[in-house]
């Protein structure tokens, strides 16, 4: 994915070739896809779960192997209720012998 210069959270710091040369051969829109499904599903558990995702912004991107990648931002409040309901899952488990 190609950096935007223009965008007042460009940190050109960050700017790395790789992550705006395209590759011939790999597949970006595969690895894009991938990060767009993983926001959609981790959103839904969230909502699922109770915490308000009003707020919660994400960004798919892919690695310059064309991996997906997922970039979050979310209040500190939604961050600490996935934080205390993912801990009461694996508590759960640990208690079922998972």
């Given at each position: ?5 223009m965008?007042?959270n ?6 790395e070739?790789?992550?705006w040369m395209?590759?011939r ?9 991938s990060?767009?499904?993983a926001?959609?599903e981790l959103k ?9 995702t ?9 690695t310059p192997?064309?991996l997906g990648?997922l970039?979050?931002s979310?209040p500190?409040e939604a961050?600490?209720a996935?934080?205390h ?7 759960r488990?640990?208690k079922?012998g998972?």
């Amino acid at each position: 994915m190609q950096h935007d210069p223009m965008d007042p959270n460009f940190n050109d710091e960050a700017l790395e070739p790789d992550g705006w040369m395209w590759v011939r051969g790999v597949d970006y829109v595969a690895g894009w896809q991938s990060a767009v499904n993983a926001a959609t599903e981790l959103k839904g558990a969230m909502d699922a779960a109770g915490i308000d995702t009003t707020e919660v912004m994400t960004t798919a991107s892919t690695t310059p192997g064309g991996l997906g990648v997922l970039r979050l931002s979310l209040p500190v409040e939604a961050a600490l209720a996935l934080a205390h309901a993912a801990r009461e899952e694996a508590l759960r488990w640990r208690k079922a012998g998972a």
